[in-house]
């Protein structure tokens, strides 16, 4: 079955770096679409950055667009999201999730197969 393996998170000052990883088995991995969403508390989980893995133009989403970059490794079935300018505001649970690519991988609504969370933390 499908299994997604986040790691790389933890706890940052404002304008630090983090690069989280994203580790897929138990399907073809570049024929899906993926992406990381992320959840802070008393907010509605958001789709951040989502790509087709066999190649095309990621999304992202306004709040981090020229922030965040997706990169992958399709040797080792893993998507990474660099994220450099941390800001408070980008505090909450990171998931890496992934579907089929039968429709759109913009289609932040579709997404299916989700892994376990991961927490990111800013400080000011």
């Known amino acids: 079955q499908v299994q997604l393996v986040e790691s790389g998170g933890g706890s940052v000052q404002a304008g630090g770096s983090l690069t989280l990883s994203c580790v897929g088995s138990?399907?073809?991995?570049?024929?899906?679409?993926m992406g990381w969403f992320r959840e802070a508390p008393g907010k509605a989980r958001e789709g951040i950055a989502t790509v087709y893995t066999l190649g095309g133009r990621p999304y992202y989403a306004d709040s981090v667009k020229g922030r965040f970059t997706l990169s992958q490794d399709n040797s080792k079935s893993t998507l990474f999201l660099q994220m450099n300018n941390l800001q408070p505001e980008d505090t909450a649970t990171y998931y890496c999730?992934?579907?089929?690519?039968?429709?759109?991988?913009?289609?932040?609504?579709?997404?299916?197969?989700w892994g376990q969370g991961i927490q990111v933390a800013v400080s000011p």
């Open positions: 138990g399907y073809a991995f570049t024929s899906f679409c």
């Open positions: 999730a992934a579907k089929k690519s039968g429709t759109s991988c913009y289609d932040l609504d579709s997404y299916v197969y």
